[in-house]
């Protein structure tokens, strides 16, 4: 039985791969432009926008996409996945793009674990209900902590 585990565990980690992506920059006169990116899954290579910030992307299910050009990083979320995925930039080579002025550049990016933090969505934004008072009507049927320390010692002078 335990063979038996260990064989299905090695098959599931040889049909799992991460995601990559590979993105063409160019840069003239002060502006660059990642828009030709391709995001390549097991089921196929796909054709994404990755310029700064967040939109949607033609991969399917992908719900989620977000570059950080700043820190070299981006995630990346699947529907029914709970957690984001996470991208850095793992290389970066200067290519001929034909265009006197304009720089090019191609680099990869590889999922990696996610090590850093999302920025919290504000409360406001989050909040569709009113808040709940179950934290201050719950408080009002404890008693005040004298009262309750002043039970406890009396619990312990009876156990004397």
């Not at 034909?98 to 191609?106: F, N, R, Y």
């Not at 209900?129 to 039970?151: C, D, G, K």
Request: proline share 4%; hydrophobic share 35%.
């Amino acid at each position: 039985m335990r063979s038996d585990l260990t064989a299905i565990i090695a098959a599931m980690a040889l049909n799992v791969s991460a995601d990559r992506m590979e993105v063409f920059t160019n840069c003239a006169a002060g502006s660059c432009h990642s828009d030709d990116g391709i995001f390549y899954t097991d089921f196929g290579a796909y054709r994404v926008n990755a310029n700064e910030g967040c939109r949607g992307t033609s991969v399917p299910a992908m719900t989620e996409f977000c570059m950080d050009w700043g820190n070299r990083r981006g995630h990346f979320r699947f529907s029914g996945q709970a957690n984001k995925r996470c991208l850095v930039q793992d290389s970066e080579n200067k290519v001929g793009c034909g265009s006197d002025g304009t720089d090019c550049w191609k680099t990869t990016w590889k999922e990696v674990a996610c090590y850093w933090r999302e920025i919290p969505i504000p409360e406001e934004q989050l909040a569709t209900e009113p808040h709940s008072t179950f934290f201050s009507s719950t408080a009002l049927l404890l008693p005040p902590a004298s009262l309750a320390t002043e039970e406890l010692s009396n619990r312990e002078a009876g156990r004397r």
